[in-house]
């Protein structure tokens, strides 16, 4: 009886600890799946560097803060300030993700408390951001998001937000450019230049455009340049001069600055507005600068979209959506957003080459998720 009573509680005992154990292994492997669904590939930059510092990792996924929305990305896009940010020479700004990535589409993922616009769950949208779309996820103030038009990819509208806005907060918030107006436009071939001479034409002005090879000049005339100067081979000033007929630009939207400052003041019209948005071509400026822009009664302006306050990049996204963003659809399908090249996030660092290189015209896109695989 007692050898019997000992059989059964040992019995009893292993059938605890195999209970126990059971437990234990699936209880570890809960949290185990709770912890990667809250993880997302993302590329990240350890120390500033080449494109071979771009590093793919697993990250923490972002929850979306009081207003926020969570974005699962299907297609990132390029921009020049990508390539400063990896080279450690353009943080983000305080309190934002660092990793790189200014603009993105993809699909509402989920709503963060707080949210006041009828966003859902698979919405198709494209969001600006001050960083994070070389991600998976990112999450974004809903005051940021655009709906995609029907008629176009996800792949297609993560070319808009960066450089659509960047050109028409240049267009319309900073040069107020006015109908009849002669537009000059450096890097024609940009992103930002792609999308201005749309938007210039839009507006009733006239385009006209610098570039650094006749395939770029053809494509820019394509979308609307009136004229175009290859600036390797030619005198753009005295171009712009001939074609106003002497009366120069009225508008100059140039993000080459110090090598162009002579030929920028030359072809500037009196009373013109040259708008500075970046500095490819140098940041110092030797020679009477001002002296020559007084003469002109020129405004030079400067301006700068990531480190610009919320409400306003809001109130440039409404602006935007109302004014233009229309216009991408079915029905006029009068702007269209110039796609160079696309490349997978693993091969982000050959995006970045490509970029280095100058060969693009156009956006560089990277698909996040490959289009065959999402509803692109």
Same mark, same amino acid.
């Given at each position: 009886?007692k050898?019997?009573?000992?059989?059964?509680?040992?019995?009893?005992?292993?059938? $605890?600890?195999?209970?126990?154990?059971?437990?234990?292994?699936?209880?570890?492997?809960?949290?185990?799946?709770?912890?990667?669904?809250?993880?997302?590939? &993302?590329?990240?930059?350890? =120390?500033?560097?080449?494109?071979?510092?771009?590093?793919?990792?697993?990250?923490?996924?972002?929850?979306?803060?009081?207003?926020?929305?969570?974005?699962?990305?299907?297609?990132?896009?390029? *921009?020049?300030?990508?390539?400063?940010?990896?080279?450690?020479?353009?943080?983000?700004?305080?309190?934002?993700?660092?990793?790189?990535?200014?603009?993105? &589409?993809?699909?509402?993922?989920?709503?963060?408390? %707080?949210?006041?616009?009828?966003?859902?769950?698979?919405?198709?949208? @494209?969001?600006?951001?001050?960083?994070?779309?070389?991600?998976?996820?990112?999450? =974004?103030?809903?005051?940021?998001?655009?709906?995609?038009?029907?008629?176009?990819?996800?792949?297609?509208?993560?070319?808009?937000?960066?450089a659509?806005?960047?050109?028409?907060?240049?267009?319309?918030?900073?040069?107020? =450019?006015?109908?009849?107006?002669?537009?000059?436009?450096?890097?024609?071939g940009?992103?930002? %230049?792609t &999308?201005?001479?749309?938007?210039? +034409?839009?507006? %009733?002005?006239v385009? =006209?455009?610098?570039?650094?090879?006749?395939?770029?000049?053809? /494509?820019?005339?394509?979308?609307?340049?009136?004229?175009?100067?290859?600036?390797?081979?030619?005198?753009?000033?005295?171009?712009?001069?001939?074609?106003t007929?002497?009366?120069?630009?009225?508008?100059?939207?140039?993000?080459?600055?110090?090598?162009?400052?002579?030929q920028?003041?030359?072809?500037?019209?009196?009373?013109?507005?040259?708008?500075?948005?970046?500095t /490819?071509?140098?940041?110092?400026?030797?020679?009477? !600068?001002?002296?020559?822009?007084?003469? #002109?009664? %020129?405004?030079?302006?400067?301006?700068? !979209?990531?480190?610009?306050?919320?409400?306003?990049?809001?109130? !440039?996204?409404? &602006?935007?959506?109302? +004014?233009?963003?229309?216009?991408?659809?079915?029905?006029?399908?009068?702007?269209?957003?110039? $796609?160079?090249?696309?490349?997978?996030?693993?091969?982000?660092?050959?995006?970045?080459?490509?970029?280095?290189? *100058?060969?693009? @015209?156009?956006?560089?896109? $990277?698909?996040? $998720?490959?289009? #065959?695989?999402?509803?692109?």
């Amino acid at each position: 009886m007692k050898n019997k009573l000992f059989a059964t509680a040992e019995t009893q005992m292993h059938h $605890i600890l195999q209970t126990g154990r059971f437990l234990l292994r699936s209880q570890t492997a809960w949290h185990g799946c709770s912890s990667v669904a809250n993880m997302m590939q &993302a590329v990240c930059v350890d =120390v500033p560097g080449g494109p071979e510092s771009l590093l793919l990792r697993s990250v923490s996924r972002p929850q979306p803060k009081d207003g926020e929305v969570l974005i699962k990305v299907h297609a990132a896009a390029l *921009n020049r300030a990508d390539l400063l940010q990896r080279r450690g020479l353009y943080p983000p700004p305080p309190g934002e993700s660092d990793i790189m990535g200014l603009e993105v &589409a993809g699909t509402v993922d989920s709503l963060g408390p %707080g949210v006041k616009m009828d966003w859902k769950p698979d919405d198709r949208v @494209m969001a600006l951001l001050c960083g994070g779309g070389y991600a998976e996820y990112v999450s =974004v103030p809903e005051e940021l998001l655009m709906s995609v038009p029907s008629n176009l990819t996800l792949s297609q509208a993560a070319a808009i937000p960066e450089a659509w806005l960047t050109a028409f907060q240049l267009l319309v918030f900073i040069a107020q =450019v006015k109908e009849g107006e002669v537009v000059l436009v450096h890097a024609g071939g940009s992103g930002v %230049g792609t &999308a201005a001479v749309q938007l210039v +034409r839009l507006f %009733g002005a006239v385009p =006209v455009v610098t570039a650094g090879s006749e395939e770029k000049l053809k /494509m820019a005339e394509k979308l609307g340049a009136a004229a175009g100067f290859n600036y390797r081979e030619e005198s753009f000033a005295k171009g712009v001069q001939d074609l106003t007929g002497g009366k120069g630009a009225n508008v100059i939207l140039d993000c080459i600055g110090g090598c162009n400052w002579e030929q920028n003041v030359s072809c500037l019209s009196v009373d013109g507005r040259w708008v500075l948005y970046g500095t /490819m071509g140098g940041r110092a400026v030797e020679g009477d !600068l001002l002296g020559k822009l007084l003469s #002109k009664r %020129g405004h030079l302006l400067s301006s700068l !979209l990531r480190s610009r306050s919320l409400q306003y990049k809001a109130d !440039l996204v409404k &602006a935007f959506s109302h +004014r233009v963003l229309p216009h991408f659809s079915a029905q006029s399908a009068s702007l269209r957003p110039v $796609i160079d090249s696309s490349f997978s996030l693993e091969d982000v660092a050959e995006a970045h080459r490509h970029m280095e290189a *100058n060969r693009n @015209m156009g956006k560089i896109i $990277i698909n996040v $998720i490959p289009p #065959k695989q999402g509803t692109q």
